[in-house]
């Protein structure tokens, strides 16, 4: 039959024969639909897969892992964007005033004129930041030209002057806000919070490669059992056709005729039911990593086969590497940090303001722009000042000290969910284990169960031959042969899906398959974090 006409066509009879030959044929006749992540020019009905091209197409373009792609990102510029908080930035202003009023006696004697005018213009520009000891500064230049009717005497005409100044002017909080861990505070939540996308973003990686992984065995399994079904139902045909031989020929009673014609309907509904959770084990799978059927082929073929039972590490070694690798754990480190953070911060905060503030400068006085900086460079027209700032709560400073409360609760129960994380890891990693060993033994049953149905089914066979059996006898041992081999298959899918949940909950899906984030150095420079109630 044509690998491209579908499933769905022509007669019942061949769709088992028909899937078998894509299973046994196609996966070698056709070219791949998809390499790892690429899309072939012109698609075949059959994308041939194996395990490591499914996991790079989910860890590409699943929709969801993407999206937490992005979050990631997004944490990485906020992190960077903290650093913004100890950019100098350069200040300048200009303002132009004028001033029109007539003196007072007082004003006229000093003055030498019954009014005042001036109309001045002043301009400033500088540069302003803070340090990470929470020291503000700023470094700058002022330039004022005055022009007003301020004479000596009074004949003198309207006069023009320059004022400059140059200085630097420092405010050091000594108490409240004083030092790193309340000038640092919001880069180090940023970070934190950085680390957290991080692991949120390994979970997301974990959790998709793990239904990946759980999906493609599913559609092998679902593939290995249409071909099961395709076997039994050519096993019925075959049987069907000599029963027609038989009765012909007077050697056999019509009735075993139904019923060879009874047991094929009832195989070919069977393997009816399996093509169709064929279909739906290849949907499953193609929706994890967002490839819609349009455009593309209609069937996916799990080309790889169930790898062996291997052994699975004791509880208390997974326990000891999630502690180290689960990213639900990590993260909850995180939260503990984080809140190590906000009460250090908090801590500060409920000192009085006290501020040390002193400046130094130089003046400069001319008449134009010149001369007032020969005055700044040449003369020692100084100015400069030194004192304190204090500002203290009236009160007992509630909302500083309800904060800092606030900050102890959360750490404390961040603490308790680091605890709760660490008993259901153990919990469902011992679970996992159980299962693990369960089905595995399981898996062995069948095994021998399908060995002796094998040989029973032969020996059945061989006396059918020899006239010494019935059509319905042979059935009866093929059926339970044939259910005894899914139930075989079925029962190595999920002792490997166990696997894959022992491993997720260990935290290790990502090291075991070698698509691990490389370490960040960042994390690997920083004090081990303080988890001490």
Not at 82 to 87: D, N, P, R, S, T
Not at 134 to 160: I, Q
Not at 363 to 383: C, M, P, R, T, V
Not at 450 to 478: C, F, H, N, P, T
Request: hydrophobic share 40%; glycine share 6%; aromatic share 6%.
């Amino acid at each position: 039959m044509n690998a491209a006409h579908s499933p769905h066509h022509g007669p019942r009879v061949s769709r088992c024969r028909h899937f078998g030959l894509l299973l046994s044929g196609l996966a070698v006749a056709c070219p791949l639909a998809w390499s790892a992540g690429e899309e072939a020019a012109a698609p075949a009905q059959v994308a041939a897969l194996t395990l490591q091209q499914t996991r790079d197409l989910a860890i590409k373009n699943n929709l969801v892992l993407r999206a937490q792609r992005e979050a990631l990102v997004a944490a990485g510029h906020l992190e960077q964007a903290e650093y913004g908080a100890f950019e100098p930035e350069l200040v300048s202003s200009y303002e132009r005033e004028a001033n029109e009023r007539e003196n007072t006696i007082e004003q006229q004697i000093s003055q030498g004129t019954a009014f005042f005018k001036e109309q001045n213009d002043l301009f400033a520009l500088g540069a302003e930041g803070v340090l990470p000891t929470g020291t503000r500064y700023r470094v700058g230049w002022s330039e004022r030209d005055l022009y007003n009717n301020l004479r000596v005497r009074v004949t003198d005409p309207y006069r023009r002057q320059f004022q400059a100044f140059l200085g630097l002017s420092l405010t050091q909080p000594l108490l409240k806000d004083f030092g790193f861990n309340a000038t640092l505070a919001r880069l180090r939540l940023a970070r934190e919070d950085a680390h957290l996308a991080r692991q949120d973003y390994r979970r997301q990686m974990m959790l998709v490669l793990g239904a990946t992984e759980t999906a493609y065995w599913d559609l092998h399994v679902a593939q290995q059992r249409a071909l099961l079904r395709g076997e039994s139902v050519a096993v019925a045909e075959k049987l069907l056709a000599g029963n027609r031989e038989r009765v012909s020929e007077g050697r056999m009673a019509e009735i075993e005729l139904v019923e060879a014609e009874a047991g094929l309907a009832q195989r070919r509904s069977l393997a009816a039911e399996a093509d169709q959770t064929v279909v739906d084990a290849a949907g499953r799978l193609r929706t994890l990593f967002a490839q819609p059927i349009e455009g593309s082929a209609w069937m996916i073929l799990a080309t790889d086969t169930l790898p062996p039972a291997g052994s699975t590490p004791p509880v208390e070694e997974a326990v000891a590497d999630a502690m180290t690798h689960h990213p639900e754990y990590l993260a909850r480190l995180r939260k503990v940090e984080q809140e190590n953070i906000r009460i250090a911060y908090a801590r500060n905060q409920r000192w009085p303001q006290v501020d040390l503030k002193a400046s130094f400068g130089k003046n400069g006085l001319g008449d134009d722009f010149y001369g007032a900086w020969d005055d700044i460079e040449h003369k020692s027209y100084d100015s400069w000042s030194l004192g304190l700032e204090v500002r203290v709560p009236i009160l007992t400073g509630v909302r500083r000290a309800n904060e800092l409360g606030a900050a102890n609760a959360r750490r404390r129960e961040s603490l308790l969910q680091l605890k709760a994380a660490e008993v259901e890891i153990a919990n469902n990693l011992f679970a996992a284990r159980r299962k693990v060993d369960g089905l595995r033994e399981v898996a062995d049953n069948y095994d021998r169960v399908v060995d002796a149905g094998r040989r029973l089914l032969d020996s059945e066979q061989a006396r059918l031959a020899e006239g010494r059996s019935e059509s319905r006898r042979l059935l009866e041992v093929e059926t339970k042969y044939a259910d005894a081999r899914v139930a075989a298959l079925e029962s190595r899918g999920e002792y490997e899906k166990a696997r894959i949940e022992f491993e997720l909950s260990a935290g290790r899906l990502l090291l075991t398959r070698g698509m691990e984030l490389p370490p960040d150095p960042a994390e690997a420079r920083e004090e081990p974090i303080d988890v001490s109630p």
